[in-house]
């Protein structure tokens, strides 16, 4: 069950650290996103990426930030700066016109 | 403003009932949508995709673009159907293409 892997799966902050939150892919895709999963909310978009040394700002990347230095690897840090991090949060890559997505990491910032 | 709307956000059927799950979006340019689904402890996934019109695990979804949906249909519901289902519209954005999702739709089918 490769493919795109997420880790942790479950990871505990204090309030006012940053933390980072990893994102592997073996599917050898350019394009890797990260979105937030909050209950009654859907799926939303925090940043993406195309291509290596570049991405983009998505709906919601207030108080995040990536890095995409290399084409299986697409990091999302939250910081401290964002006012809500405890959520699921979700990596996923694509093809064309499918996307795969990992199995989320659930940060709580306490 | 938002591109995809789910208008329920629980759907709760009988075992061998229909099903409809609505989707709206509003989209100006020619849309790509899709159906994603997220059963218990499982990945997000594709379901179906507008373009390919097939049916899959015996559900339908056809693109109409009068009236801007793109419901996922199927005539009768089965208990492994229970998950959360997600309508997403492929749209592009500095160049390339994002998926657009809307809040979700929660199926529960019971025995």
């Known amino acids: 069950d490769g493919g795109i892997t997420q880790s942790p799966k479950y990871l505990f902050r204090k309030e006012g650290q940053n933390v980072t939150l990893s994102c592997e892919q073996n599917l050898n895709h350019d394009a890797m996103y990260w979105y937030r999963q909050d209950p009654g909310q859907g799926l939303r978009l925090i940043y993406y990426?195309?291509?290596?040394?570049?991405?983009q700002k998505g709906d919601i990347a207030e108080g995040y930030s990536v890095s995409r230095e290399k084409k299986e690897s697409f990091p999302l840090t939250v910081t401290s700066a964002q006012k809500n991090p405890t959520a699921f949060y979700l990596c996923?890559?694509?093809?064309?016109?499918?996307?795969?997505f990992g199995q989320g990491t659930r940060l709580t910032v306490v | 403003a938002q591109r995809v709307t789910q208008p329920e956000k629980l759907l709760s059927v009988f075992k061998g009932a229909p099903v409809e799950l609505k989707c709206n979006y509003s989209y100006s340019g020619s849309p790509e949508l899709f159906w994603y689904v997220q059963y218990s402890r499982q990945r997000l996934q594709l379901l179906l995709r507008h373009i390919s019109r097939e049916s899959i695990k015996g559900f339908t979804a056809d693109l109409n673009k009068g009236e801007t949906s793109f419901h996922l249909k199927k005539p009768f519901a089965q208990e492994e159907d229970s998950a959360m289902y997600y309508c997403a519209l492929s749209e592009p954005r500095s160049g390339y293409s994002t998926l657009t999702f809307g809040k979700g739709t929660m199926l529960l089918v019971s025995p």
């Open positions: 996923a890559s694509s093809t064309g016109f499918k996307a795969f």
């Open positions: 990426s195309q291509i290596v040394n570049d991405f």
